[in-house]
């Protein structure tokens, strides 16, 4: 019975305490709105005015960039979207410290600290570092524009954007990819859509017993009838191996970008039908075997 009387008031000492305890804290928090509370009141009510007329200003001045550049020599939208996306990022960080130097805090140590840890952040961050200056250097060379179809670390598809860090690209099945722009300046680039002209690479195989110079002369004939296939320069038609099966001929058109799957199939499609036509084989896979009596 005694025990139960000790708990109880410890039990009930503790709840004393708890109860004071809290009062103290609502008294402390009730001192410091009447004192201060106003004064904090109107500081964050002007820090939020200083961050939406900073965002005004900071648009106003990527748009000021943006036109200066178009202006300029800067043609290409790669190089100008970069600039444009890095001012915009190191406005945004002026107007933070404002921001946070205006609401009482000490923005001095964290400003003079970027210089002592900028060592430490350059071995922490090197790989954000070398996707910035590869971003810089896609920018500045531009092997590819917006829009373009290319080939870049190991993937393919259309450029949609360079950005600080990454290159968005959609690929032909509409597919999303962002590769680290470090990945894409490492290693080979190629352009697809750079030249205006392209050579189609498309290869038909003909029976032994066909005459070959037939053979050409009606692919050539079936290629003039396809749209899109260039007579500058010439398609080029002509035998590339002898195969197990058939005589493998290369058939070579040339066309302009925007028209290279259309080249590509109508030309398949032509000569297929012209072959037919002229009674040319175009055999599969066979074994021939010889029973020897």
């Known amino acids: 019975m005694t025990n139960e009387v000790v708990a109880a008031e410890t039990l009930t000492d503790k709840v004393a305490n708890h109860l004071t305890a809290s009062g103290d804290t609502v008294s402390q928090v009730s001192t410091w ?37 178009l202006r300029g020599k800067a043609k290409g939208a790669l190089i100008v979207n970069f600039i444009c996306s890095v001012v915009t990022k190191v406005c945004w960080a002026v107007l933070l410290v404002v921001v946070l130097g205006h609401l ?4 001095a140590p964290i400003v003079a600290g ?14 954000s570092l070398g996707n910035l200056a590869s971003g810089m250097m896609i920018a500045l060379n531009e092997p590819f524009k917006v829009g373009d179809y290319v ?22 099945d509409n597919k999303k990819v962002v590769i680290p722009n470090k990945s894409v300046w490492g290693g080979p680039i190629v352009n697809f859509s750079a030249m205006d002209v392209r050579r189609v690479d498309l290869q038909i195989g003909v029976a032994y017993g066909e005459d070959i110079e037939k053979v050409i002369a009606v692919i050539r004939a079936a290629l003039e009838t396809v749209p899109g296939v260039l007579k500058d320069p010439a398609p080029g038609v002509a ?25 590509a199939n109508g030309g398949l499609l032509a ?23």
Not at 115 to 123: D, H, N, S, Y
Not at 239 to 263: E, F, H, I, Q
Not at 271 to 293: C, R, S, T, W, Y
Request: glycine share 8%; net charge negative; aromatic share 8%.
């Open 33 to 69: 709105l009447t004192e201060k509370g106003l004064d904090f009141a109107i500081d964050l009510a002007i820090a939020v005015v200083i961050l939406l007329v900073g965002w005004l200003v900071i648009r106003l001045i990527t748009a000021a960039v943006r036109k200066a550049l």
């Open 104 to 107: 009482g805090v000490d923005v």
């Open 271 to 293: 000569a297929k039908a012209a072959l037919d036509k002229a009674g040319i084989e175009i055999p599969f896979p066979q074994l021939v075997v010889h029973n020897a009596k």
């Open 239 to 263: 035998v590339a191996c002898l195969d197990a099966s058939a005589v493998t001929v290369n058939v070579r058109p040339w066309a302009k970008g925007a028209d290279y799957w259309a080249v």
């Open 151 to 172: 080939s870049a670390a190991g993937n393919e598809g259309s450029i949609l954007e360079v950005n600080m860090m990454a290159t968005v690209m959609a690929t032909a």
């Open 114 to 127: 970027l210089g002592v840890t900028g060592f430490i952040l350059g071995f922490a961050f090197q790989e």
